[in-house]
């Protein structure tokens, strides 16, 4: 978890500025035809969640026909990416189980200083265990109640960026937004599954829950000598992460939506606008690491059409006004 909170600093020592082509107000328009009045107002108000921007696919395949963009339609629709989802996750499995080992080391090892010795034996202690052991798991409340969340979240986000159903939709009442995050909701409930009992889990690697692991004190002192005593295995986390991390998410998303957006609708400062969007979504910033991306990605728009699409906007609602006096 502090590997995730420090992700996102690397967009203040590399944001870019913004480029001087199309920076003037006065000639945007004429430096970049591809912004028209009736392209940028046409995707206004399409309820998606990414209203008042020209959809960042349009720029990339459209082509160019005078001083409008023609998108160019793709043949069939693309399925999840699942080989890469599974390497996203199995590589945030790898730095999590990493922390987790250099704390635990010493539990790894007890038995002959081997890693997964008697592996089958402990698991099925640790399953008993932890069938047995009620909701909390002996972690701090910060562990147990906001870390947690923060490993659902990014899971989650894991999943919505690998689906190209997703990937572009932002916070809205759609059903379409909903059923993207319903399906995150699922992928983040078996990362977690797999985390806390897995065959790849704290059960097996850090012996959670095992013989050869005692118990210990509510303050993590060992050996316990007051009751009661905690194995570090507990329902509470199968619960809360994937539930309060697809909060976190929504969020996330919603900051995003409604305050991010509106300021790259108000300005060109792409260090600005950078440091907000990791601000404002430092999980979604750690996902597009693992993602291959810089962590202000956003795939939903980009913040120079969005800014043409408020400018035409404004400029729209003044030739009203002014035709009126």
């Given at each position: 978890?502090?590997?995730?909170?420090?992700?996102?600093?690397?967009?203040?020592?590399?944001?870019?500025?913004?480029?001087?082509?199309?920076?003037?107000?006065?000639?945007?328009?004429?430096?970049?035809?591809?912004?028209?009045?009736?392209?940028?107002?046409?995707?206004?108000?399409?309820?998606?969640?990414?209203?008042?921007?020209?959809?960042?696919?349009?720029?990339?395949?459209?082509?160019?026909?005078?001083?409008?963009?023609?998108?160019?339609?793709?043949?069939?629709?693309?399925?999840?990416?699942?080989?890469?989802?599974?390497?996203?996750?199995?590589?945030?499995?790898?730095?999590?189980?990493?922390?987790?080992?250099?704390?635990?080391?010493?539990?790894?090892?007890?038995?002959?200083?081997?890693?997964?010795?008697?592996?089958?034996?402990?698991?099925?202690?640790?399953?008993?265990?932890?069938?047995?052991?009620?909701?909390?798991?002996?972690?701090?409340?910060?562990?147990?109640?906001?870390?947690?969340?923060?490993?659902g979240a990014l899971t989650g986000y894991i999943e919505i960026q690998n689906d190209p159903q997703g990937e572009k939709l932002e916070f809205s009442r759609t059903r379409a937004y909903w059923w993207s995050r319903t399906k995150a909701l699922l992928w983040d409930s078996a990362y977690s599954?797999?985390?806390?009992?897995?065959?790849?889990?704290?059960?097996?690697?850090?012996?959670?829950?095992?013989?050869?692991?005692?118990?210990?004190?509510?303050?993590?002192?060992?050996?316990?000598?007051?009751?009661?005593?905690?194995?570090?295995?507990?329902?509470?986390?199968?619960?809360?992460?994937?539930?309060?991390?697809?909060?976190?998410?929504?969020?996330?998303?919603?900051?995003?939506?409604?305050?991010?957006?509106?300021?790259?609708?108000?300005?060109?400062?792409?260090?600005?606008?950078?440091?907000?969007?990791?601000?404002?979504?430092?999980?979604?910033?750690?996902?597009?690491?693992?993602?291959?991306?810089?962590?202000?990605?956003?795939?939903?728009?980009?913040?120079?059409?969005?800014?043409?699409?408020?400018?035409?906007?404004?400029?729209?609602?003044?030739?009203?006004?002014?035709?009126?006096?």
């Open positions: 978890m502090r590997v995730l909170c420090l992700l996102p600093l690397g967009a203040n020592a590399v944001c870019q500025l913004p480029s001087v082509q199309c920076d003037s107000v006065n000639s945007s328009l004429a430096e970049c035809p591809f912004l028209t009045h009736s392209t940028l107002m046409s995707s206004r108000g399409n309820g998606d969640g990414a209203q008042g921007v020209t959809p960042s696919s349009t720029l990339e395949n459209g082509t160019r026909n005078g001083n409008a963009f023609v998108p160019v339609s793709r043949p069939g629709g693309q399925g999840f990416h699942w080989r890469r989802a599974l390497t996203e996750s199995f590589a945030f499995l790898a730095i999590e189980q990493a922390y987790v080992v250099h704390e635990d080391y010493r539990w790894v090892t007890i038995e002959n200083g081997v890693p997964f010795n008697h592996y089958w034996r402990d698991y099925k202690q640790s399953l008993s265990t932890w069938i047995h052991s009620g909701w909390d798991d002996g972690d701090p409340f910060l562990y147990s109640y906001v870390g947690h969340p923060i490993q599954t797999q985390w806390n009992i897995g065959p790849l889990s704290e059960l097996t690697v850090e012996k959670y829950g095992a013989h050869v692991r005692s118990p210990w004190n509510r303050d993590g002192t060992w050996p316990c000598t007051r009751r009661p005593c905690f194995t570090g295995v507990g329902q509470v986390d199968l619960v809360i992460t994937p539930t309060a991390g697809l909060g976190w998410m929504l969020t996330e998303d919603f900051l995003d939506r409604n305050i991010a957006r509106r300021l790259e609708g108000a300005t060109r400062n792409r260090f600005l606008i950078d440091f907000v969007r990791c601000a404002l979504n430092p999980i979604r910033g750690g996902a597009n690491i693992l993602h291959a991306k810089a962590p202000w990605y956003r795939a939903s728009r980009d913040a120079r059409q969005v800014y043409f699409s408020h400018l035409v906007e404004k400029q729209g609602r003044a030739e009203p006004a002014a035709e009126s006096h």
